[in-house]
């Protein structure tokens, strides 16, 4: 399958089931608090599709625009309701009913998450080893004195076991502290402890990646620049590199390592390159041309060849991480509600001005990360379809009028004021809410193209 394809229909399956099961944590409890749902729409505008079906005939429909839907409930306030049905309006639903039903789209995807995270846990999923790779000159990290091949056990005491936990517990921990210690062994079993400082992660309003701000990079062993399988069809095969060849320059720019190598080719996407090679100890030189591939929005280079095995390449980088049911449900519990908080504050730093506006991010944006973490399995597709899910359960919380967050708003104003707002005042609300609503999209959508075009 082509890569534009397979990136649209992993966006859309994510979309899809979350789209579903926000709606229908609005329907289940719409049912039941006792109000008739006359509509259930996937998607807005023309309807692609329909059928009625169920005790109260609702009409069940996908729409032509996926981004979003709606559940529709009999309501005096859209339209004339016979006197025997008045009772299962939603305005006629006490305060306490009516802010269950709205509530339950959020908590519905927050649930999602949960259960996503529970499986993966509990199926287990191979994980990259926390790892240090060697930091770049004058980065926080070669301040701390972290060096190639140190492996993290635990920050500020808080064990690690994956690159993600790293990851994850130095972002949450740079939102509001100055520095963490990290505790550290190396090849030889001898523990250290490195203080790193964490302000440079937040520089740039946290656009970009904060790690690589930091100086935390993977594990890189140094390889020699031997070329080792050679896939068929390949730039490198036309270019007539063979397995056994040892790679010692390009464009007459010495190789001492694979990764040297790796880097000069990904910035050479569809031009010439002249690489010297040493065959059977006689010198080579051929003209490779990288093929051009995409890689998070940005064009690289490819040849097809991968390096020779080494020694210094057995050293295992991955641990398969598997939890019981319940360590696993707990482990859900808490990397859903982390990450809500996460949202939260980083949503109210960017109302601050401490996080830049464009780590908004569109359709577009959403649609190359969903393909990207389908390639890389069915583990990582999960926890993005549920770190999505997330996020959308904390963006429909908002108090944004026309959000279900606005909504809870209007139950809690009526419960001060002991009557509803006037219909007047809900319409200037919605209107406002719109407006918001439209310059967020038009900030993620613009942001979506800077990234495609800026690569």
């Avoid at 639903?93 to 039903?101: A, C, E, N, P, Y």
């Avoid at 001005?353 to 990582?380: F, H, K, M």
Wanted: net charge neutral.
């Amino acid at each position: 399958m082509s890569e534009l394809p397979f990136y649209l229909l992993a966006f859309v399956v994510v979309l899809g089931v979350l789209i579903v099961v926000h709606e229908f944590g609005h329907y289940l409890a719409a049912r039941y608090c006792g109000v008739r749902v006359l509509r259930f729409s996937v998607g807005f505008g023309r309807t692609l599709w329909q059928c009625r079906f169920g005790r109260d005939g609702t009409e069940w429909a996908v729409s032509i625009f996926p981004l979003g839907g709606y559940v529709k409930m009999l309501d005096e306030r859209e339209a004339e309701v016979a006197p025997e049905e008045r009772h299962r309006a939603f305005n006629r639903q006490s305060v306490g009913k009516r802010s269950l039903i709205v509530a339950a789209g959020p908590v519905a995807n927050f649930l999602l998450a949960i259960v996503l995270y529970w499986a993966v846990f509990m199926v287990g999923s191979n994980e990259l080893l926390p790892i240090l790779g060697t930091p770049p000159a004058a980065s926080p990290a070669a301040s701390a004195g972290i060096v190639n091949g140190e492996q993290v056990r635990a920050v500020d005491g808080q064990p690690v076991a994956t690159w993600n936990d790293l990851r994850w517990t130095l972002l949450h921990k740079a939102v509001d502290q100055e520095a963490a210690t990290l505790e550290v062994i190396n090849e030889q079993s001898e523990v250290a402890f490195r203080r790193l400082a964490l302000q440079a992660a937040g520089e740039q309003g946290w656009e970009g990646d904060a790690l690589e701000r930091l100086g935390i990079r993977f594990f890189r062993p140094k390889l020699p620049p031997v070329v080792g399988k050679v896939l068929a069809g390949s730039p490198g095969e036309v270019a007539g590199l063979r397995s056994g060849d040892e790679i010692v320059a390009v464009d007459g720019s010495e190789v001492v390592t694979w990764h040297d190598f790796v880097l000069k080719v990904r910035d050479a996407a569809e031009r010439t390159l002249r690489v010297e090679l040493l065959r059977d100890g006689r010198p080579v030189a051929v003209d490779v041309v990288p093929e051009a591939i995409s890689e998070r929005g940005r064009r690289i280079g490819r040849v097809g060849v991968a390096v020779a095995e080494s020694p210094d390449a057995v050293r295992e980088v991955r641990v398969f991480v598997r939890y019981g049911f319940f360590a696993a449900g707990g482990k859900a519990l808490a990397e859903t509600w982390d990450k809500s908080i996460f949202s939260l504050v980083m949503l109210g730093k960017m109302l601050t001005g401490e996080v830049s506006w464009r780590n908004l991010s569109g359709p577009v944006t959403i649609a190359d990360y969903a393909g990207q973490s389908a390639r890389l399995g069915i583990d990582y597709y999960l926890k993005f379809m549920a770190l999505v899910s997330i996020s959308l359960g904390v963006l429909n919380l908002l108090p944004i009028p026309v959000l279900d967050g606005g909504h809870l708003m209007y139950h809690m104003i009526e419960v001060v004021r002991r009557r509803p707002l006037s219909e007047r005042a809900m319409e200037i609300a919605q209107q406002v809410g719109l407006s918001i609503l439209f310059v967020l999209m038009a900030f993620a959508f613009f942001n979506d193209m800077n990234r495609l075009f800026s690569g």
